[in-house]
């Protein structure tokens, strides 16, 4: 049966020593994690990792939490924004947890194939791009605001910094972003992505 | 709230290495709430034994300060004009001596007389007038205690009992 508590009372009895409490959040929001790195990644075992990682970093972080409306999962994507940024530097942190983990069964990860029946993959693809040569705050409002579909005072909140700061730096990244992406991947027609990036309301 | 990148055909996380994280970060809860209670056991243990060194060591510097002390230099009495220290941070004192005639030196046997002696004649008060032919007679303190100086020479001054540690002299023993 799956724990009705909110994340705000399981994440205070974790961090007063209640690992079981930890584990109901890691259930409740892994999926949505994983799915987010793989879209990324394309590896089911480095999403995987990343799963991993991101919780790590969570428990680390603990002080810092933010739950945004009773939900932890604004923060936890901020913190899968970072990882998934800074992957190499996650890795090294947690090397010696994630190197404890079981192999991954062998079998054909079919992302690229999934991914490539996709008109939208490739524009996401680029736009992933595009976003890693931005600052790092500038990377974490536009994946949460832009990837994500997090409202502007979610991220505000999680980041812990004004919302007319949000929507300007989103307002400047956007601009940024749409400079850098090949013009034959944003078509005249407008699709989700290219509505997203132009502003649309969210 | 479904993002861009979601959809049918991902794949899930694998269940054996689901368990295996899930394991992982309960034990990390586990163990980091473990050495938390053993850090905080540590550091108030460390800290408990140096505050107990620094109790100890305090009072013992307080005792080798204050502990009291046997007279012997007889020589002379050193009378406190008062307990409190000058702007200069010297002891306003007037110091006496009687000669004894079998030694043929200076010897102070009973420093509480002498000093009440000196201060009967007012050798401690500034205001006196040390020239005039018939000196009235001056208040003598009404509780007058003897410490011991550096060189084992008699202090008397004016205060309770407990007087000579507060200024950092040892009392008579």
């Known amino acids: ?50 799963v991993a990682m991101v919780f790590l970093e969570a428990w680390k972080n603990r002080a810092r939490v933010r739950i945004v409306d009773g939900s932890m999962l604004p923060w936890l994507l901020s913190i899968t924004s970072y990882v998934l940024l800074n992957h190499t530097r996650s890795s090294r942190r947690w090397r010696r947890l994630i190197a404890s983990l079981p192999e991954p069964e062998e079998h054909a990860d079919h992302a690229d194939i999934v991914l490539d029946r996709l008109d939208q993959s490739a524009q996401l693809r680029a736009v992933y791009e595009a976003i890693s040569a931005l600052a790092s705050q500038e990377r974490t409002i536009i994946d949460l605001c832009v990837i994500e579909e997090l409202p502007v005072a979610t991220v505000a909140a999680v980041l812990d910094i004004p919302v007319g700061t949000v929507k300007s730096k989103l307002h400047r990244a956007r601009a940024k972003i749409r400079r850098r992406i090949p013009s034959h991947l944003m078509p005249g027609a407008r699709s989700e992505i290219t509505a997203l990036l132009d502003g649309a309301p969210q | 709230m479904t ?44 800290w408990g034994g140096i505050g107990l060194l620094v109790i100890g060591g305090v009072a013992t510097a307080a005792t080798a300060i204050v502990q009291a002390q046997r007279v012997t230099n007889s020589d002379i009495v050193y009378c406190f004009a008062t307990a409190q220290r000058g702007a200069d941070g010297q002891f306003d004192y007037a110091a006496a001596t009687l000669h004894d005639p079998a030694s043929n030196q200076g010897s102070v046997s009973k420093p509480i007389a002498v000093c009440q002696d000196m201060w009967h004649r007012g050798a401690l008060d500034k205001n006196t007038d040390q020239l005039e032919p018939t000196p009235s007679p001056h208040a003598i303190p009404a509780h007058l205690q003897v410490c011991v100086m550096d060189d084992g020479s008699p202090a008397v001054v004016p205060g309770r009992p407990g007087i000579c540690q507060a200024i950092g002299l040892a009392p008579e023993r």
Request: net charge negative; no cysteine.
């Open chain 2, 3 to 46: 993002p861009l990148y979601d959809n049918d055909d991902m794949p899930e996380m694998t269940d054996k290495r689901t368990d295996a994280i899930r394991e992982t970060l309960m034990d990390q809860v586990r163990t980091e709430n473990d050495r938390r209670r053993h850090t905080l056991r540590r550091r108030f243990t460390l």
């Open chain 1, 1 to 50: 049966m799956a724990d009705e508590r909110e994340d705000a009372a399981l994440w205070l009895e974790a961090t007063t020593g209640t690992d079981r409490s930890f584990a109901v959040l890691f259930d409740r929001y892994r999926a949505r994690v994983f799915r987010k790195a793989y879209a990324q990644l394309k590896s089911t075992h480095d999403a995987e990792d990343v």
